[in-house]
């Protein structure tokens, strides 16, 4: 019976789904040989101060340049780093490469590099992410590890552990994509993030929509009473930079001031655009 039902649920098996598992195969065998042939480098992006409008720090962004298929989006290759666990490796050598590269920046940068969710199921993070530090010699405070809300999801106690035991290194701790998702304003009341990330949907929606507008104000009406930086990522436009500066926002990072690049390339100053 037990045959039976098994053989039954294969036949269930579509030609699509194959496909589809052949395809993640194949990313999972070039992700691999990427890791050990240096094909994978990180990006940066510069983050904007308020005041004064200088450069506080950049975001890492990785990059795969493929030798077949060129350039591929992190959206298409880091979830199926994640199921098969290849995020592990690859969340160390992204830590290492931007810790490493931060550590040349004169003026003192931050680098913030984004970590997975599954990143939280090692239990070696915390000591993955000290000996990135350690290697580089960089000060921890010059780190930053943005999170998603689903980190605060699974495992609620042992990753909010985890994330103390982080930032008692002196790295600090930012909640990326706020307002997507499960978010609920309750999160900020679990963990003492130093950063709010507002997720750039709302940015691009505040001139249309009055919601992403509410949205933006609630986020920053709390973060005045929490102490909490506020960064609004993807601001395009003038008018947008505008606009959240009268919200309250500390930080911005968009294509406005800078769009990531590689460390050879990356701009210290700003060039006056967005200076107003
Ligand atoms: P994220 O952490 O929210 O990063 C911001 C994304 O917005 C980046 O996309 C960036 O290139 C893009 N962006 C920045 N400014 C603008 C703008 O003005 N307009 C628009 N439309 N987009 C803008 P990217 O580089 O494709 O990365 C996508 C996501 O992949 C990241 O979202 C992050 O979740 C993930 N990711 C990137 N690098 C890493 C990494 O090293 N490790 C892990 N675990 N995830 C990463
Ligand atoms: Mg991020
Ligand atoms: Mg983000
Ligand atoms: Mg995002």
């Given at each position: 019976e037990a045959k039976h039902n098994g053989r039954n649920r294969y036949e269930l098996f579509r030609p699509e789904l194959e496909a589809a598992s052949r395809v993640r195969r194949q990313v999972e065998i070039d992700l691999r040989r990427a890791l050990h042939r240096g094909e994978l480098q990180m990006h940066y992006q510069p983050i904007i101060e308020k005041?004064?409008?200088?450069?506080s720090g950049y975001e890492a962004l990785i990059r795969w340049q493929h030798p077949v298929r060129g350039a591929i989006p992190p959206m298409d290759f880091i979830p199926i780093a994640e199921e098969t666990g290849l995020i592990h490796e690859l969340g160390a050598r992204a830590l290492n490469l931007a810790c490493q590269e931060a550590?040349?920046?004169?003026?003192g940068a931050t680098v913030a590099v984004n970590l997975s969710p599954?990143?939280?199921?090692?239990?070696e993070l915390v000591k993955t992410v000290a000996l990135a530090l350690e290697d580089a010699g960089?000060?921890?405070?010059?780190l930053e590890l943005e999170i998603t809300e689903s980190v605060l999801l699974a495992n609620t106690e042992g990753n909010i552990r985890t994330l103390q035991a982080l930032k008692d290194l002196g790295v600090r701790i930012s909640l990326d994509d706020f307002g997507t998702g499960y978010s609920s304003l309750s999160y900020l009341r679990s963990f003492p993030f130093d950063k709010i990330k507002i997720d750039k949907s709302f940015v691009r929606d505040m001139g249309e929509s009055r919601e992403a507008m509410a949205i933006i104000r609630a986020i920053t009406g709390l973060s005045s009473s929490l102490l909490i930086e506020i960064t609004a990522e993807g601001v395009e436009t003038e008018e947008q930079f505008r606009q959240l500066q009268v919200e309250g926002c500390s930080h911005f990072q968009g294509y406005l001031f800078g769009r990531p690049v590689a460390a050879e390339h990356r701009i210290e100053e700003l060039d006056g655009r967005g200076a107003g």
């Open positions: 005041e004064g409008c200088r450069i550590a040349t920046w004169a003026n599954v990143q939280f199921k090692n239990s960089l000060p921890a405070h010059r």
